[in-house]
């Protein structure tokens, strides 16, 4: 019987990732383990996981924060090397609708596991699409056109909120970066898998999940908080390194986003405007000898 894991990366939201895990609990008809990567909490969520009594959830504390995208990579392995066959990944701030699983695995199905990942539809408290999930749709997605009759289309770029994968996907591309920490991993992990493996992977219309969100704004370090302009610096040093590894093409597209940032920062920046274009430039420049490395994983059969 082929086993699910869904990953859940959490920090400081336990009231959250009470609601996360029992609606993961509740989908319909599809089981699943829950594997819980709590990311050195320090507001009691170690202590609401032990009183969890539910066997399908499973919690480790990671002992320091590794952000984002580090709890994804600490997740993933974890469950691929315990053996999953199939890995379901989100925030701890994603409220999967009852049938959100059971449409991913129709999906899966129905493509007869020939793809490189599924993505859910996101959208935010209001019900509308929640900005900060937009997958990118593939150029030629007309070269599967058949599938959308059934809500499916091809993409190449999405976010860990709610993307679904085989296990053996994961094997052979490898752990999302955890030098990223935060902002860009999933652009690099799900690019790295559509466009550089060539691995097909959709969007399932029919498979919805909620990203609880304290608001849906676009991120933006030209309009953004001033306490949040340094995480910026993540944001554009991780996207030069996803893009370098798409050659000149993909060189030339980041400077010339980066560029526009600069112009709008110019044209739309209320304040700090110095510290804003500091932070993109430095990090555009520096962005250059970032250079990580992928770490490999293994099912247990594999290492036999």
Same mark, same amino acid.
């Given at each position: 019987m082929e086993?699910?894991?869904?990953?859940?990366?959490?920090? /400081?939201? @336990?009231? %959250? #990732?009470?609601?996360?895990?029992?609606?993961?609990?509740?989908?319909e008809q599809v089981v699943c383990d829950v594997l819980v990567v709590d990311n050195a909490s320090t507001d009691g969520t170690q202590q609401a996981m032990e009183q969890w009594a539910e066997p399908r959830v499973r919690y480790r504390n990671t002992g320091q924060n590794l952000g984002g995208a580090g709890g994804f990579n600490f997740g993933m392995r974890w469950a691929v090397e315990a053996g999953y066959d199939y890995v379901w990944i989100m925030d701890d701030d994603t409220i999967p609708q009852p049938d959100a699983l059971k449409q991913l695995w129709?999906?899966?199905?129905? #493509?007869? +596991? /020939?793809?490189?990942? #599924? $993505?859910?539809?996101? %959208?935010?408290k209001d019900g509308k699409e929640c900005r900060m999930n937009r997958q990118k749709i593939k150029k030629s997605f007309y070269e599967h056109v058949e599938l959308l009759r059934h809500g499916i289309i091809q993409i190449e770029q999405a976010t860990f909120v709610s993307l679904f994968? *085989?296990? =053996?996907?994961?094997?052979?591309? +490898?752990? *999302?970066? @955890?030098?990223?920490?935060?902002?860009? =991993?999933?652009?690099?992990?799900?690019?790295?898998? $559509? !466009?550089?493996?060539?691995?097909? !992977?959709?969007?399932?219309g029919q498979s919805i999940v909620t990203h609880m969100m304290q608001t849906n704004n676009g991120a933006s #370090? $030209?309009?953004?908080? *001033?306490?949040?302009?340094?995480?910026?610096r993540y944001a554009y040093r991780n996207e030069n390194y996803t893009y370098r590894q798409e050659g000149v093409k993909g060189i030339l597209y980041y400077l010339a986003r980066s560029g526009r940032e600069l112009m709008r920062i110019a044209v739309r920046a209320t304040d700090h405007k110095a510290k804003r274009a500091a932070v993109l430039v430095? $990090?555009?420049?520096?962005?250059?000898?970032? !250079?990580p490395r992928i770490e490999t994983v293994s099912r247990p059969s594999e290492k036999q």
């Open positions: 086993r699910i894991a869904a990953v859940v990366v959490t920090y /400081n939201r @336990k009231d %959250l #990732l009470q609601q996360c895990l029992k609606s993961i609990l509740a989908q129709s999906a899966h199905e129905m #493509l007869r +596991g /020939n793809y490189g990942f #599924l $993505s859910s539809v996101v %959208l935010w994968f *085989p296990a =053996d996907v994961i094997c052979r591309a +490898g752990l *999302p970066i @955890k030098e990223f920490f935060i902002w860009g =991993d999933d652009l690099e992990y799900t690019r790295r898998i $559509s !466009c550089r493996m060539g691995l097909d !992977c959709y969007t399932v #370090l $030209s309009t953004d908080v *001033p306490e949040r302009i340094e995480r910026y430095g $990090s555009v420049l520096g962005g250059f000898a970032f !250079c």
